[in-house]
């Protein structure tokens, strides 16, 4: 029996909400909104956040401040069922603060990343990650952290029976270099967006990319949006359309998607099943605002899906 089900590490601070703004107001004068909302932000913290709302309990590392937004993020992360003793945190610190601006258009950020800078990947406890069925990690940056990658998921693939998922992030360099690929053979789940598995790749489209990607021994999932995602493993593919709901706010749904996927992975689901699980768990989470305040239940997350039959 392991202590945890998955062991998730990387990032967390908080989302400011702000709807239905296009624009700021010129100095010297001030607008009312009707509504501001404070969440939980970090795709980390998010995915951590919708495993424990789907029944399964998560550990999660990572780190905040001692403000009032640090004990605010460790509260909420132990009352939805994240087990928080490796979140640590960081004394004099300040935790980082997101401001989302939305409209039926788009999004625009105000972003603080704080004092509290995500671990490294190399300070990670073999010995911990080993109590846990599985691990979820995001924060790779290639031009920073690509041999620090590496070596991790070699070392965990020798020494222990952990399976891993792996979402790559938005490469903010520019570079979208083919050295990524060095890392496929060692992950069990690999997780990108639609612009993203074309700019890694190189090919013309996402299944093209899907496909390149999971020849090198991993089951690829890519996430497309409105449109739904796909999968390939063993050069199979699968397509799952997306459920349509009115959407207050998107912020998280790629992440809420992955938690829904890597449920139903760990389930023991076929891959159809666990599209349809992320979908609709990414769906939902759009239907209020903040990331994680709509995330389904299990009980909610069945009979939305059955409604869409």
Known sequence: MKKWDVFVFGDVNIDLLAPGVNRLPPAGEEWEVPVMET?????????????????????????????????????????TGVDISLLEVRPNAKTGISISFTDDRDRSFL????????????????EQVAQAGHIHLTGYVESVNH???????????KETDVTVSFDTGWDSTGAWSPRIYELFPYLDVLLMNETESVHYSRKETAREAAQDFAARGCMAVVKMGKKGALCCRAGKVWTKAGFS?????????????????VYGFLKGLDPDSALELGNGCGALSCTGLGGNTMFPGWDRLQAFIKAQK
């Open 39 to 79: 969440a939980p932000g970090g795709g980390a913290a998010l995915f951590a956040l919708g495993l424990a709302r789907l029944g399964m309990h998560p550990v999660f590392l990572g780190r905040v401040g001692d403000d009032l937004y640090g004990q605010y993020l460790r509260s909420y992360m132990e009352e």
């Open 147 to 157: 041999e620090e990658y590496l070596s991790f998921l070699q070392r965990l693939r």
């Open 245 to 261: 709901v009115e959407a207050v706010d998107t912020t998280g749904a790629g992440d809420s998607f992955n938690a829904g996927f």
């Open 111 to 126: 972003t603080f990343r704080g004092d509290c800078k995500v671990p490294d990947i190399g300070d990670i406890s073999m």
